[in-house]
Every structure is written in structure tokens, then in C-alpha cells.
Nanobody
Framework: QVRLVESGGGLVQPGGSLRLSCLAS????????MSWYRQAPGKERELVAS????????NYADSVKGRFTISTDNAKNTLYLQMNNLKLQDTAVYYC????????WGQGTQVTVSS
């Protein structure tokens, strides 16, 4: 069964950094399209970053471009989101999504940016 487990969220001050992880199992990770989404209180779900293979095609929301980096460790079946220079507006629940014929979602990890 497909399973996605996010981790790495927490409380961080503005300007700080976090690295989120998404441990994947139950599907061919290297052949799948992977994404990070987030949803802040009172706002719609937002696509943060996505890609497949991560060679040339990576996409980022304008709000995070230059600050966030999506990457993988294929040996560990893990998707990462490195988040630098965090801002208050980055506060949200962050979700890992895999597309492997169907969409699969993790349970999310809370990121709170607060002074």
C-alpha cells in the first residue's frame, strides 16, 4: 500500500531554516511525480514545489522561489524540501504528494514560523 510520511516540521523563527522529509513506500519512487503542497489557516491549498527526476524540471511557487529547494534521496525513497529564510507567511501544514497513476497524500507536518 502506498504510504507517505512527512517529518521535520516544527517551530522556527523568521529567517530560520527547516528541512522537511517525506518517506515513501509502496510504489516506484523514482518513476513518480512528487510534489510538496501547503495549506495555511484560512487559505487554499498551494503547490509549493514539484518535479520528477529533479534533473532539469523543477517548479516552485513564486512565493518560495530562491528560498526553497526540492530534492530526493532515491536510495532512501525520500523526498525533501529544504526551506531557508523562512517567513511568517510560510506557516502552514505541509503535505507530500505522489502521483503514480493516482494521487496519494501524506498526513502533513506543521511548520510554524513565529517570533
Amino acid at each position: 500500500q502506498v504510504r507517505l510520511v512527512e517529518s521535520g516540521g516544527g517551530l522556527v523563527q523568521p529567517g530560520g531554516s527547516l528541512r522537511l522529509s517525506c518517506l515513501a513506500s509502496g510504489f516506484t519512487f523514482s518513476s513518480s511525480f512528487m510534489s510538496w503542497y501547503r495549506q495555511a489557516p484560512g487559505k487554499e491549498r498551494e503547490l509549493v514545489a514539484s518535479g520528477s527526476g529533479f534533473g532539469t524540471a523543477r517548479n516552485y511557487a513564486d512565493s518560495v522561489k530562491g528560498r526553497f529547494t526540492i530534492s530526493t534521496d532515491n536510495a532512501k525513497n525520500t523526498l525533501y524540501l529544504q526551506m531557508n529564510n523562512l517567513k511568517l507567511q510560510d506557516t502552514a501544514v505541509y503535505y507530500c504528494k505522489a502521483y503514480t497513476g493516482l494521487d496519494y497524500w501524506g498526513q502533513g507536518t506543521q511548520v510554524t514560523v513565529s517570533s
